[in-house]
């Protein structure tokens, strides 16, 4: 990698030469002085434009250099540490970008590249990223503050974490309980109500940083409703709903942890005496 202190030293040795020059009094002299400070000057303009190429890492880091080869999985290049000439490569994986001087003719024809106007190569370094998988438990109790009824619950989430997806579907098991609003039970002609129902829907995770996830859940609800009027007579009714859920959870990197959850829900239901409802849910577990 030609540098900063190598060009200043080279301008440094001109400088001297120069002084020298001004000093001599025989022609001799002055020609040798004057081949040296030419070939430094070549030398220098050699250094300043072999350096023509850059390579962005990763992390941020530049190297200035001339690239020679780019293959599927490396960049070779050269560069210059002083006066001396070095070769090295460095993996696509530890790379962003590069950029070619307009004169080059280096092509890289790999899936992983995205070229732009200015000569500028945008890496996809997504493929050369190994693949991991960690199975996540979650325990969790939450409750529930609607504005019809409140409510706890209590969860269980499996699911796959992967490094190369922001996207987990677990599996969730879970029974919950509520109670309706006296309010908002007194409107209908009931006295009583015993509702037993199932849900099934998906409510994945979605990674936001490494310790948020985004929850969003839609659940389709079938249960059975035994009602009870002020007459001591009982009917049933078969019901359906349609539950989605917004949320934010903090899930710890570690492999034990407690995890906190704030979720928005919602419900419409065919239900005689529990037709909708909105509210909030606070969930609390453990990650093990």
């Not at 007579?233 to 034990?256: D, L, R």
Request: glycine residues 6%; aromatic residues 16%; contains cysteine.
């Amino acid at each position: 990698m030609w540098t900063y202190s190598g060009n200043r030293r080279s301008i440094a040795y001109i400088y001297s030469l120069v002084a020298i020059l001004g000093n001599c009094k025989h022609s001799n002299d002055k020609q040798k002085y004057m081949r040296l400070i030419v070939l430094t000057l070549l030398s220098l303009i050699t250094f300043t434009s072999y350096s023509q190429d850059l390579i962005i890492l990763r992390n941020g880091e530049q190297i200035d250099c001339k690239i020679t080869k780019v293959d599927s999985a490396i960049i070779h290049y050269d560069f210059y540490k002083g006066e001396r000439k070095l070769s090295s490569y460095v993996a696509k994986d530890n790379i962003h970008s590069y950029k070619l001087n307009t004169s080059d003719n280096i092509p890289d024809n790999s899936s992983d590249v995205l070229q732009i106007p200015d000569n500028t190569v945008i890496i996809d370094t997504t493929k050369y990223v190994k693949e991991t998988n960690k199975w996540i438990n979650l325990i969790t109790y939450s409750q529930r503050y609607g504005l019809h009824a409140d409510g706890w619950s209590v969860q269980y989430y499996g699911y796959n974490l992967r490094n190369t997806s922001k996207w987990s579907i677990p599996i969730l098991f879970g029974i919950e309980g509520f109670t309706i609003h006296t309010d908002y039970f007194s409107q209908f002609d009931y006295q009583s109500v015993n509702m037993s129902y199932f849900m099934a829907g998906i409510s994945p995770f979605y990674k936001l940083s490494e310790y948020f996830f985004l929850n969003i859940g839609a659940n389709i609800i079938f249960g059975e409703e035994t009602l009870t009027d002020f007459y001591a007579t009982e009917s049933s009714n078969t019901f359906f709903g349609f539950s989605p859920s917004q949320g934010i959870y903090f899930i710890p990197k570690s492999k034990v942890g407690i995890t906190l959850g704030l979720s928005v829900y919602e419900k419409l239901l065919s239900s005689e005496v529990y037709k909708n409802d909105i509210g909030i849910k606070l969930e609390i577990g453990i990650k093990f």
